[in-house]
């Protein structure tokens, strides 16, 4: 009886110590990381709703594809490629900035985790973010160890929220040139 006490608490250790840990060492693999996401940024009363692709690269580098736009991030600087306003937007990212798609690309050097909670198959981890006032959360199947929500709470009037709604290793992928587009040229890189 003491015996399978403590194997079961061992196998329930191992199961839902780690989930992040687990999903984290997927960006690791040395292959690229293909996942389908719903992006959502509320601001005040403004809701954004956008659905597409999140291709990660490598840890400097990510794309996220969807129908409005393109936004290609490599090193520190940011491409926007807009089909609605048809232009293509170069900037900066300020250096220890932390967005919702560096979390998503195993970013957690800057994320504190101060609480867990399971609820039925998911594990919510909540964190704060080292140096800027942000909260937020996580959600990880634990089945399946992906994580299937991460939740960004910047202020009381703006939070960005991201469902993963699947997860692919693939083995190439060629990020799109930006010279295959016509666009008006707009580059805020200083």
């Known amino acids: ?25 997927i960006f690791n693999s040395g292959k690229y990381v293909k996942m389908k996401i719903d992006f959502y940024h509320k601001q005040y009363e403004s809701n954004y709703n956008s659905s597409g692709v999140f291709l990660f690269i490598d840890k400097e580098r990510y794309v996220f594809d969807s129908s409005e736009f393109l936004l290609i991030v490599d090193d520190s600087i940011s ?3 807009n089909h609605k306003t048809q232009q293509i937007i170069f900037s900066i990212i300020p250096n220890g900035q932390l967005n919702i798609f560096d979390i998503l690309s195993g970013e957690y050097e800057s994320i504190i985790f101060t609480k ?3 609820n039925n198959n998911s594990q919510n981890f909540y964190f704060n ?27 009381i009037n703006q939070s ?16 799109p040139k930006v010279s295959n587009y016509k666009y008006e040229i707009i580059d805020l890189r200083g």
């Open 1 to 25: 009886m003491i015996m399978r006490l403590v194997l079961f608490i061992l196998l329930f250790n191992f199961i839902t110590a780690k989930p992040i840990e687990y999903f984290v060492k």
């Open 79 to 81: 491409t926007t490629i």
């Open 116 to 118: 867990e909670e399971i």
């Open 129 to 155: 973010v080292r140096d800027f006032n942000y909260s937020g959360f996580v959600i990880v199947d634990l089945l399946s160890k992906n994580i299937r929500k991460i939740n960004l709470e910047l202020d």
């Open 160 to 175: 960005i929220s991201v469902d993963i709604k699947s997860i692919e290793l693939i083995e190439n992928y060629e990020v």
